[in-house]
């Protein structure tokens, strides 16, 4: 049992080391190699802030709906408050007249 146990965790590192090998690391030696690294670190940049104003925008569309759907819902409870109110038969009832 001990050793069933033992060789299923040893194949799952060998398993896990080999699936996920670290970025190969290299040395920039030319001027050409640092450009080319600045220019793919300045596109990922762009890219990363694309997606965050993207991502902003939605979270602002997102925030616009849940006022105007608080507003709308605020709005349907007035309007059936009044509803009733105006649909009350009570200004029939004699005992409710004024003078």
């Known amino acids: 049992m001990l050793a069933e146990v033992t060789t299923e965790v040893t194949e799952s590192e060998d398993k896990m080391t080999t699936e996920v090998q ?18 793919e670190v300045l596109f990922r ?26 507003d709308a819902d605020e709005l349907e409870s007035w309007i059936y408050e009044k509803l009733q109110t105006a649909s009350d038969e009570s200004y029939k009832d004699p005992t409710n007249l004024q003078v």
């Open 22 to 39: 670290p970025r190969e690391i290299r040395i920039l030696e030319t001027a050409e190699d640092i450009q080319g690294r600045r220019e």
């Open 45 to 70: 940049y762009t890219n990363f802030k694309d997606a965050c104003q993207e991502r902003r925008k939605k979270l602002e569309d997102s925030r616009r709906y849940q006022y105007f759907k608080r």
